[in-house]
């Protein structure tokens, strides 16, 4: 079956996609950058980058982070909750009405 990818241009330079939101939401499972980093197998530097350049595009913090040991760690602020669950719901909301295009989509497919 065809799968829908949604990706929201937000700037001329900014934009937010599915990789962003799985890593605000592995951040907000791990409680960490670097976890939320492993788990995505992606370079802390890298995550880092995407939180840095989606807080420059958002204009404040989607992520509180606080650095240094036992006391480290990082959460999602209410900003960047919202942004996942908006997301989220722009996602559901294209999905359900692309539906049954996907379907005459998998049925040219199939008619092969």
Avoid: C
Avoid at 68 to 79: D, H, I, P, S
Avoid at 82 to 106: K, N
């Amino acid at each position: 079956m065809p799968s829908l990818s949604l990706r929201i241009n937000l700037d001329p330079d900014g934009r937010i996609g599915p990789g962003k939101i799985e890593l605000l939401e592995q951040i907000a499972a791990f409680g960490s950058i670097s976890a939320a980093a492993r788990g995505m197998e992606m370079s802390y530097k890298h995550a880092w980058d995407l939180v840095e350049d989606m807080n420059r595009v958002f204009g404040k913090p989607l992520v509180a982070a606080q650095t240094g040991g036992r006391k480290g760690g990082a959460q999602l602020t209410a900003v960047g909750l919202a942004v996942v669950s908006r997301f989220r719901a722009i996602e559901r909301a294209a999905a359900s009405a692309a539906a049954v295009h996907m379907q005459a989509l998998q049925a040219e497919i199939d008619a092969g």
